[in-house]
């Protein structure tokens, strides 16, 4: 453990980049997420995998129909409100 985990009261640090956690758990998410790529989350329905239970969540609304904003302008479509708020077309040119 790093003099900085002790003083931090955080045990646990990553030998990757020793940022400190205070238990094992947010340390094995950490090096999930930040230092592997690993994508555990898959769709069932197109195999494309996530790094996190959220992104495939929102994922499958796709698959579903749900939520989905279409651009007036191209009839692209999108996921979230904020997706074809940022969407750029012959109309926001």
């Known amino acids: 453990m790093s003099a900085a ?6 045990p ?6 020793r940022k400190c956690f ?8 950490h090096v999930r997420f930040s230092h592997t ?5 898959a769709c069932n329905k197109c195999c494309k995998r ?6 495939l969540k929102r994922h ?3 698959h579903a129909g749900e939520g989905s904003r279409k651009c007036d302008s191209c009839g ?4 979230s409100e904020e997706s074809l708020g ?8």
């Open 5 to 10: 985990c002790t003083l931090t009261k955080k």
């Open 12 to 17: 646990y640090s990553c030998n990757r980049c």
């Open 22 to 29: 205070a238990d094992g758990s947010n340390l094995s998410k």
């Open 37 to 41: 790529g690993e994508k555990s989350y």
């Open 50 to 55: 996530y790094l996190r239970n959220s992104d």
């Open 60 to 62: 499958m609304r796709k």
């Open 76 to 79: 692209a479509e999108f996921s």
């Open 86 to 93: 940022a969407h750029q077309c012959g109309k926001n040119k």
